[in-house]
């Protein structure tokens, strides 16, 4: 166990839907990460933030939309949804040293039907 | 840009057989970080190991052992004595040190089974 949760593990949703994505990162990390993975386009980094700002970004499609709260959870939304943007979509956390390992979530596996 | 290249996509090795997965990256950065990741088939990410581009140190942990080679760009994972446990996919990550964030690049994945 990582110690970073993320909700739900399973989403099914139609096109067009939004879904939100929820990440809690593990104690005293302030660094939460999403990434996809895809059969196709393997493993893809899309955002950083720290400490509730946006620090990096990534290959992140306009439709999807990330922030990090007050209490450091981390919510990924994701709109307009296509059949492509079926993946399994997982959250990091890391320390405030300069380049900590990210220690990854369960994942949420979404399924657009 | 960085790059990560995981040139074995599915590897099939017999119990007890030792294996080695290769890891080639590419960068322009002088000090960068390597990682190898797990997942296994419940599907979560587990961390193995993290390298800084200074240290080329090889590193053994029980069955497993790293052999970092600047002067190739490599950075090998060897399995000793596979188990049956040990069928997953490997990836091996890098994250560079003039990147604003800390963002990974991962390579393709190695989808290693290991047969009783």
């Known amino acids: 166990d990582s110690g970073v949760t993320q909700t739900p593990k399973h989403l099914i949703t139609a096109t067009g839907q939004r879904v939100t994505l929820r990440c809690s990162p593990r104690s005293g990390d302030l660094s939460v990460y999403w990434y996809q993975q895809s059969l196709d386009q393997g493993l893809q980094f899309l955002i950083q933030y720290y400490n509730g700002e946006e620090r990096a970004k990534g290959n992140i499609l306009e439709r999807f939309s990330a922030q990090q709260f007050p209490d450091l959870h981390s919510e990924l939304n994701l709109s307009s949804l296509e059949l492509g943007d079926s993946a399994l979509y997982f959250c990091?956390?890391?320390?405030?040293?300069?380049?900590?390992?990210?220690?990854f979530g369960p994942g949420t596996r979404l399924l657009v039907l | 840009a960085q790059k990560v290249t995981q040139a074995q996509t599915e590897i099939s090795v017999v119990e007890k057989e030792d294996v080695t997965l290769d890891c080639v990256y590419e960068?322009?950065?002088?000090?960068?970080?390597l990682f190898w990741y797990k997942q296994p088939p419940s599907g979560e990410l587990v961390f193995l190991i993290r390298?800084?581009?200074?240290?080329?140190q090889n590193e053994i942990s029980g069955r497993y052992s790293w052999n970092f080679q600047k002067s190739t760009s490599s950075f090998n994972f060897t399995i000793t004595a596979s188990q049956v446990v040990d069928s997953a996919v490997y990836f091996c990550a890098l994250s560079e040190a003039d990147n604003a964030g800390n963002m990974l690049t991962f390579g393709g994945g190695t989808r290693l089974m290991v047969k009783p």
């Open positions: 390298r800084n581009s200074f240290d080329e």
């Open positions: 960068t322009r950065d002088t000090t960068y970080y």
């Open positions: 990091a956390s890391s320390g405030t040293g300069e380049r900590e390992t990210q220690y």
